[in-house]
DNA sequence: TCAAAAGTGTTCGTTATACACCCATGT
DNA sequence: ACATGGGTGTATAACGAACACTTTTGA
């Protein structure tokens, strides 16, 4: 079946920057391409919009269909045209972004049977089209939101966290998506703040060193 | 002459919300559509991407197209594209802002002969699509860019301001973008601090009270 | 007793906000 | 003289950033 137009339409896709934690390092979720263009390459998650589907709607079909993840808030990031970033036909491109707890994800093989795995931002393979680019403005507006206020996003956070946390455990969580060092008396003032801790009057036991306090947060 | 495609293709805007400010109050210029959907009422301008250029080259042309302003910097605020939002065919909006002098704006007729006008902010009417959703949002990062930080967006504020100005003068403008009022003792501590101002050494005249001292302003 | 991680306060600079009176000029 | 807008300073609160030593435990 075809569908034809007065005009040429581009095609719209919609991309998702999916950020986790693995062992305590960023991670970025990418899928491999392959078919053409770019088969082989490594490429963040998305597809094509269905007619009848909202963008952000589209956004998380593709990103489950494609990784299964699924029931994530997507935060828009923008809209990317160049023309020629697709060599096949010009294609405009919504990107989100989310963070999620990597370890409760059950990565299913995508419905095309491609690949998709967990890279350390650290370690990025070549990407597909201008995904380096979007990557990029992707990490800096995750950096962004879990930095300064108390947002959906920065709730996400506390998911890389046991119920039962210690403020080191946590400082390290915050450490890694902000990526910078922090101050551990800045830090601990910072979120005794700004969430809702809950003393558990509890220690940490069978380490090798000082028992730490275990917390756990109250969302309001 | 048409094009086909294998798959469905929405149709890709950009629209464009132009503020300026005239008589001292915040305006949007909008046009008047002519041509159904919508026909009859005021429209944030904008229209099709063509293909081979990009989302914001397109954006500054329409915009030049249908109202004559040209040769401003535009900023991105996102993708719209609820299903139904335009009710001949699905399309996907990217929504820009900017901010001019629209003393200076020669409002052409548009190439299609609809109308282009300046709308105070307060006095909108009623708008087709989703265009007040658009301008809402558009509204909101106005303010934003220009309350705190020396951005482009902020330096376009003095373009409202004689090259000779007066604080007062300055404030007032202020004002308006941000939709509030300042108090006079702090805005003069903020724009000595976050703009570098030139006293001129020379005072207005012909006022019907105590002279103002001018000023301009050098960018850095 | 030592190594390793836990825990803890103060200072300073910047920024935003609130607030009231005198000054210079034209009429 | 008075009406009108021009012009000025201080105090407080909130926040972010810098910074070093003591405590507790297991080995």
Redesign the interface.
Known sequence: ????????????TADICIFSIREGRLHVLLIERLADPFQGSWAIPGG??K?????VVGAARELEEETGVAGVPLE?L??Y???GRDPRE?V?T?AFVALVPSDQMVLTAATDASDARWFDMDELPVLAFDHDVILADARAKLADKVTNRVTETAKSAFQFLPKKFTLAQAQAVFETLRGEELDKRNFRKWIAANWDLVDLKEKTSGGRHRPAALYSVDFV
Chains 1, 2 share one sequence.
């Open positions: 079946m075809a569908y034809t137009y007065e005009y040429p339409h581009p095609a719209v094509f919009i007619m009848d589907e909202d963008i828009q923008g809209a045209g160049m023309p010009r405009i919504v």
